[in-house]
């Protein structure tokens, strides 16, 4: 099994022929085929696979148990295998073959590692199904409340607990999971870079310095439905005016505190051409360096809209234990750090206080939750060989 063969073997589970983008979506059928491909390789490699209470995939190479009683809990690497829609190949599975190949380059070599090395494969980190990102690792850290989990409901009213039970995961075992969690000594996670800061530094790998705080806010405003033709402009209520004002007030703001600002999502009530909307709501998706900028960003919208403005959620900025970043970008020649406006599971796992690290490839376009998204290969096997050298430093 090479990283070739790993990447063919998966490169048609999930895509979507029209558009070439992947759909693999948490505990739907291509979901639990991706499940199925990695406990296939797994046992292939004589990894034990266990998965934990949210439903998330861990192989370990080594018994963490008796490692932890010996006070040398796990290395583990590895992603996700679920996707954005119409989303790229390499979002998530790079960073999970590239973990599996791992395994084989260090065995091939001969390392004994003193610490157990697992993979993971985070279940749902994209929350394309229902609607939070990271819902593996929010689980099992406690940042995401088992009944609300369960409750959550897809665009076809399924709730995450029956999608689940479908899928053969029990939901009643959903919630905290301290025994996954103390086998973690380490977390290095590998990804597609999402942006093209490796491109201008002419380097193929960098590590993670910070996740930029990033936010979700649900924007309603309220208006008179009338006729397009026969309503004269003065005497029109119409929001769709008030969400223009607001989308143009988040970008200005957005330039000017060094932050992004995004409404990609809009819902318009009654939607029909000829008709002045009664009320629209829309999704403002906010993110920055600071949390004084994109409560800027917010603020401007709030001003602006005079509409009801609902934070659906946060998240604070994530710094990546700095001693751990520095020693991994001094064991890669150098490796320049980079910022993410990107939420990861490694970041969920910062926040709840593990020791955990990001690796990034060179994204030539910087595209990313797209079909364009794309690695070169050499760039791959370079990604590859950083994370093996990594694993093995921290597992000796
Ligand atoms: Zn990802």
Same mark, same amino acid.
């Given at each position: 099994?090479?990283?070739?063969?790993?990447?063919?073997? #998966?490169?048609?589970?999930?895509?979507?022929? =029209?558009?070439?983008?992947?759909?693999?979506?948490?505990?739907?059928?291509?979901?639990?085929?991706?499940?199925?491909?990695?406990?296939?390789?797994?046992?292939?490699?004589?990894?034990?696979?266990?998965?934990?209470?949210?439903?998330?995939?861990?192989?370990?190479?080594?018994?963490?148990?008796?490692?932890?009683?010996?006070?040398?809990?796990?290395?583990? #690497?590895?992603?996700?295998?679920?996707?954005?829609?119409?989303?790229?190949?390499?979002?998530?599975?790079?960073?999970?073959?590239?973990?599996?190949?791992?395994?084989?380059?260090?065995?091939?070599? %001969?390392?004994?590692?003193?610490?157990? #090395?697992? &993979?993971?494969?985070?279940?749902?980190?994209?929350?394309?199904?229902?609607?939070?990102?990271?819902?593996?690792?929010?689980?099992?850290?406690?940042?995401?409340?088992?009944?609300?989990?369960?409750?959550?409901?897809?665009?076809? %009213? &399924?709730?995450?607990?029956?999608?689940?039970?479908?899928?053969?995961?029990?939901?009643?075992?959903?919630?905290?999971?301290?025994? +996954?969690?103390?086998? #973690?000594?380490?977390?290095?996670?590998?990804?597609?870079?999402?942006?093209?800061?490796?491109?201008?530094?002419?380097?193929?790998?960098?590590?993670?310095?910070?996740?930029?705080?990033?936010?979700?806010?649900?924007?309603?405003?309220?208006?008179?439905?009338?006729?397009?033709?026969?309503?004269?402009?003065?005497?029109?209520?119409?929001?769709?005016?008030?969400?223009?004002?607001?989308?143009?007030?988040?970008?200005?703001?957005?330039?000017?505190?060094?932050?992004?600002?995004?409404?990609?999502?809009?819902? &318009?009530?009654?939607?029909?051409?000829?008709?002045?909307? *009664?009320?629209?709501?829309?999704?403002?998706?906010?993110?920055?360096?600071?949390?004084?900028?994109?409560?800027?960003?917010?603020? =401007?919208?709030?001003?602006?809209?005079?509409?009801?403005?609902?934070?659906? =959620?946060?998240?604070?900025?994530?710094?990546?234990? &700095?001693?751990?970043?520095?020693?991994?970008?001094?064991?890669?020649?150098?490796?320049?750090?980079?910022?993410?406006?990107? %939420?990861? /599971?490694?970041?969920?796992?910062?926040?709840?206080?593990? *020791? =955990?690290?990001?690796?990034?490839?060179?994204?030539?376009?910087?595209?990313?939750?797209?079909?364009?998204?794309?690695?070169?290969?050499? /760039?791959?096997?370079?990604?590859? /060989?950083?994370?093996?050298?990594? +694993?093995?430093?921290?597992?000796?």
């Amino acid at each position: 099994m090479t990283f070739d063969s790993m990447w063919s073997a #998966i490169a048609p589970i999930g895509r979507e022929p =029209s558009t070439g983008g992947y759909r693999r979506f948490a505990w739907t059928r291509q979901d639990a085929m991706m499940r199925e491909w990695f406990a296939g390789e797994a046992s292939a490699r004589g990894l034990d696979l266990v998965t934990d209470r949210a439903g998330n995939q861990w192989a370990w190479w080594g018994d963490p148990d008796t490692a932890l009683a010996a006070g040398r809990p796990g290395v583990v #690497i590895g992603s996700h295998l679920d996707s954005v829609p119409d989303g790229g190949a390499f979002d998530g599975p790079l960073g999970v073959v590239s973990a599996l190949a791992v395994v084989d380059a260090l065995r091939t070599k %001969g390392f004994v590692p003193s610490r157990p #090395i697992a &993979v993971v494969n985070f279940v749902d980190e994209e929350g394309a199904r229902f609607g939070i990102a990271c819902a593996g690792s929010r689980v099992i850290t406690g940042k995401l409340d088992p009944d609300k989990a369960r409750g959550l409901r897809d665009a076809d %009213g &399924v709730t995450m607990a029956e999608a689940m039970n479908a899928a053969g995961h029990p939901a009643e075992q959903v919630g905290p999971d301290d025994e +996954t969690l103390r086998r #973690i000594g380490t977390f290095v996670e590998l990804h597609v870079e999402q942006g093209r800061g490796l491109v201008d530094l002419e380097r193929p790998v960098a590590v993670g310095s910070m996740i930029w705080p990033h936010g979700r806010w649900r924007i309603h405003l309220d208006g008179e439905a009338n006729h397009a033709g026969t309503t004269r402009l003065v005497d029109r209520r119409d929001p769709m005016l008030d969400l223009a004002t607001a989308v143009l007030a988040a970008r200005a703001a957005a330039a000017a505190h060094g932050c992004v600002a995004t409404v990609g999502k809009v819902r &318009v009530e009654p939607n029909g051409v000829n008709a002045i909307p *009664s009320r629209v709501t829309a999704w403002l998706d906010a993110r920055g360096p600071d949390e004084a900028g994109v409560q800027a960003v917010v603020e =401007s919208v709030g001003a602006q809209s005079e509409g009801l403005l609902i934070k659906e =959620s946060w998240t604070p900025e994530t710094i990546f234990e &700095v001693r751990l970043a520095q020693q991994l970008s001094a064991l890669l020649d150098d490796a320049p750090m980079i910022v993410t406006g990107a %939420g990861h /599971d490694a970041g969920v796992l910062a926040t709840a206080g593990l *020791s =955990s690290a990001m690796l990034f490839v060179r994204n030539p376009t910087g595209v990313s939750h797209s079909p364009a998204e794309f690695a070169e290969h050499d /760039d791959c096997l370079r990604g590859v /060989d950083a994370l093996a050298a990594v +694993t093995e430093e921290l597992a000796r």
